[in-house]
């Protein structure tokens, strides 16, 4: 049950933040958006929502850090993935999120 709740707090913050890049990103005077964008924003906002749920709800200490890693990683390299970044910067992409993943805890206060 706390997985499932964590995951609604994690997905609920994807949206948040992609509702707050249109609402700061796109007024009516800028129309032009583009889904790769809104994309990016939404798995940002899931990668900080994931960093948060996994350390506060984890069911172990250490569960919390290797969901951490796994989350960034994916993360980055789904962001790679999606602006075509060619295999090597994929690669390198997921040792950047997993590096991010792993320090999460630190950096997200910060936000």
């Known amino acids: 049950m706390k997985w499932f709740i964590g995951s609604v707090v ?44 996994a350390e506060e709800w984890g069911a172990t200490p250490g569960a919390g850090k290797f969901v951490r890693v796994a989350a960034g990683a994916a993360a980055c390299a789904a962001s790679a993935f999606l602006f075509e970044l060619p295999w090597s910067g994929m690669w390198l992409a ?11 805890m630190k950096w997200v206060e910060h936000i």
């Open 10 to 53: 994690a997905l609920a913050s994807g949206a948040l933040m992609a509702f707050l890049f249109l609402a700061v990103e796109v007024g009516p005077a800028e129309q032009s958006l583009s889904a790769r964008s809104l994309a990016g924003v939404i798995i940002l906002g899931v990668f900080m929502g994931v960093i948060v749920v």
């Open 94 to 104: 997921g040792l950047a999120g997993a590096l991010l993943g792993y320090l999460g």
